[in-house]
Nanobody
Framework: QVQVVESGGGLVQAGGSLRLSCAVS????????MGWYRQAPGKERELVAR????????YYADSAKGRFTIFRNNAANTIDLQMNGLKSEDTAVYYC?????????WGQGTQVTVSS
């Protein structure tokens, strides 16, 4: 069973930065895609950013473009999400997803709260 664990959430003021990390129990290169999703109260879970670890190609939601960066931390075997210029609307629980051959694994989520 693949284990997915997020870390790095917290409370930050608008305009500030946070870095989230997603650790998995296997090599990140064993997955087709790894991504960060978020879910705000009363809203559906949405994709924020995704990376294909083998090749490094990335995808960003419009809301994340220019502010967030997803990247591989090879030394730590994590997928990190650097979030800059945070806004109150970024407040949500952020979940890491690992995808391989039509199977998905999710972490428990980490809370990000942006105060205005």
């Amino acid at each position: 069973q693949v284990q997915v664990v997020e870390s790095g959430g917290g409370l930050v003021q608008a305009g500030g930065s946070l870095r989230l990390s997603c650790a998995v129990s296997e090599s990140i290169f064993d997955f087709n895609f790894m991504g960060w999703y978020r879910q705000a109260p009363g809203k559906e879970r949405e994709l924020v950013a995704r990376i294909a670890p083998p090749g490094g190609s990335t995808y960003y939601a419009d809301s994340a473009k220019g502010r967030f960066t997803i990247f591989r931390n090879n030394a730590a075997n994590t997928i990190d999400l650097q979030m800059n210029g945070l806004k109150s609307e970024d407040t949500a629980v952020y979940y890491c997803n690992a995808y391989r051959l039509c199977r998905n694994w999710w972490g428990q989520g980490t809370q990000v709260t942006v105060s205005s």
